[in-house]
């Protein structure tokens, strides 16, 4: 079971809505403290007072001492929620692939660098990140998303393994389509890959919380993930010919 989190101080970012938004209703209705944060003040803080949290907006790259300190200066729970679902090729604008490395990864290894020797030193804290299923697979017409989702999923995977012994638990979620602004900003790739098989944020929430009932790492809201994922790694070539027919057919689709 998971340790009690009534009065815990949990931090969620990118909550205004989708995922976040859905992770901060679930802890707060578990007694928690929360921030919701977002780069739109006006929705973190609709979704701070639905909860009865405290509104902290700005960049998720840097808001962290300051979400911090609205808890008291203790955060027991960190949820790196932003992210950036954005999409093109190699030849997306070298500004559209910074963005996207900032928030989806360096956001992550920030809050991380503030949030650790607290938590080191007493022994206890967790790390919740969205990664996506793209982090583990990949996600057609998206590379500037599918590879620095690769990148937070490997940080999530580096925290765990390196501190893990000293009291940190780690956890990644990895859906496919969530029902979100985000998803509908996929236009014809996600109503392709994601849309058929998309799953409202509450259920993305209740995922995370049996996961971390059973201190599990890979958090997968859509089971079936894990078949691709194990496909992928046995028979990378055939699970490439594979993903290239289905981009073939988004390609047939743009015509």
């Known amino acids: 079971m998971v340790e ?6 949990v931090v969620v970012t990118g909550a205004g809505g989708g995922i976040g938004a ?12 929360v921030v919701v ?38 955060v027991d729970v960190y949820c790196a929620n932003a992210g950036l679902g954005s999409g093109g090729s190699e030849a997306a604008p070298e500004e559209v692939w910074a963005a996207a490395w900032d928030v989806n990864v360096m956001a992550h290894v920030r809050a991380a660098h503030t949030l650790l020797p607290g938590w080191l030193a007493r022994g206890s804290g967790r ?7 793209a982090g583990l697979l990949t996600m057609i017409g998206a590379a500037p998303y599918s590879v620095t989702k690769h990148g937070a999923y490997a940080f999530a995977e580096w925290l765990s393994l390196t501190y893990r ?12 389509g969530v029902r979100t602004d985000m998803l509908a900003a996929t236009g014809t790739a996600g109503d392709l890959v994601l849309t058929p098989t998309a799953i409202e944020p509450e259920q993305v929430a209740d995922a995370l919380f049996e996961g971390m009932a059973r201190d ?3 958090i997968l809201p859509h089971p ?21 027919h289905i981009q073939q057919k988004w390609e047939e689709t743009e015509r």
């Not at 790390?127 to 299923?133: E, I, L």
């Not at 012994?165 to 496919?176: F, M, T």
């Open 216 to 218: 599990r790492f890979l």
């Open 22 to 33: 859905a992770l901060a209703r679930r802890f707060a209705a578990e007694g928690a403290r």
């Open 37 to 74: 944060n977002d780069m739109d003040g006006a929705k973190a803080k609709t979704v701070a007072d639905e909860v009865g949290g405290i509104a902290v907006p700005g960049d998720a790259s840097v808001v962290v001492q300051e979400a911090a300190d609205a808890l008291g200066g203790t």
């Open 127 to 133: 790390f919740v990140s969205t990664v996506s299923a």
């Open 165 to 176: 012994h000293r009291g940190l638990k780690v956890h990644a979620i990895c859906p496919q």
């Open 4 to 9: 009690s989190l009534q009065d815990k101080g």
């Open 224 to 244: 079936e993930v894990a078949a691709y994922y194990q496909a992928r790694a046995a028979t990378p070539d055939k699970w490439l010919t594979g993903m290239n």
